[in-house]
């Protein structure tokens, strides 16, 4: 007798298997080629700011397509699987995969807002000092910028701050400052979490009073506190930031902000029409 297996991802829905399968793909094809040094697919694939020299238009989406380890896209895949699947199964493929896109591209340009917002008082505060240098302008321009500068550009401020007339501090001084703004303006972002956040943010809204069990610690809690727990623990975070975090809070947020908007317009088309359907 033979016996039967389950097809792998048999039982996903199309766009949910999709989605899950592309993300793995090239997650796979970054390891293989950027990181043996054949080509950095972040610099072309990744959501660079609006002032970088990398950033194209195409990043807002192939950006929820690229993933920084194997922990970062296990836990995107697992929350997209886990949500995504029963919106997926309660609206339909169609609906679905636009409302995932919206989301994705809504949290990247949030995220980009925001960083547009950052860098463009960081780009300020560069013009002035290289217009005006000055060790002290130089020193608060590293100390607002860096949490914990590495130890030659301390000693340049040293040096500096003791002899503020010196041609070839000064010149380090404004090269510095000039590789200070195109580092941060390169700063990638990569991952799905803002469209995972704005799939989250409507499996919460559709289904408020399912009891989901948590890992940790292990407690039953409704989907509507679960969904607002996350929102406020993302919140939290820009208020309070921590050093070196590397998460797109606003990014979270920005996806969480879009879902809302969308099933909220997607509403109110269909009081008003009952006959309009994805």
């Not at 007798?1 to 094809?29: D, E, H, S």
């Not at 029963?86 to 493929?93: I, K, N, S």
Request: hydrophobic share 50%; glycine share 8%.
């Amino acid at each position: 007798m033979q016996g039967y297996r389950t097809p792998l991802f048999g039982n996903l829905p199309p766009v949910i298997k999709n989605l899950l399968i592309a993300n793995i793909v090239v997650f796979l094809i970054d390891v293989l080629v950027s990181r043996s040094g054949v080509v950095n697919l972040n610099n072309w694939l990744a959501l660079h700011n609006f002032q970088s020299e990398y950033f194209s238009p195409i990043q807002l989406v192939t950006y929820m397509f690229m993933h920084g380890n194997v922990t970062h896209i296990f836990f995107n895949m697992f929350a997209l699987v886990m949500f995504g699947r029963v919106l997926e199964q309660v609206w339909g493929g169609k609906r679905f995969m636009v409302y995932f896109l919206v989301t994705g591209v809504g949290a990247a340009l949030c995220q980009n807002i925001v960083g547009y917002l950052t860098l463009s008082g960081l780009h300020d505060q560069v013009v002035a000092f290289i217009n005006t240098p000055d060790p002290e302008l130089f020193t608060r321009l590293i100390r607002s910028h860096i949490d914990h500068p590495s130890e030659w550009v301390n000693q340049l401020i040293v040096d500096y701050t003791a002899s503020p007339d010196n041609p070839y501090l000064i010149n380090h001084a404004v090269q510095t400052a000039s590789k200070l703004f195109a580092e941060m303006a390169n700063v990638p972002t990569v991952g799905a979490s803002g469209a995972v956040f704005g799939v989250l943010l409507a499996f919460g809204m559709m289904f408020p009073n399912v009891q989901l069990m948590l890992i940790f610690p292990p407690i039953p809690i409704k989907a509507k506190w679960f969904v607002l727990g996350y929102g406020l623990i993302e919140m939290f975070a820009i208020i309070v930031p921590s050093a070196n975090d590397n998460v797109a809070h606003f990014a979270h947020l920005g996806g969480m902000l879009f879902g809302f908007l969308l099933m909220k317009y997607w509403n109110k088309r269909i009081d008003t029409n009952r006959d309009i359907y994805f």
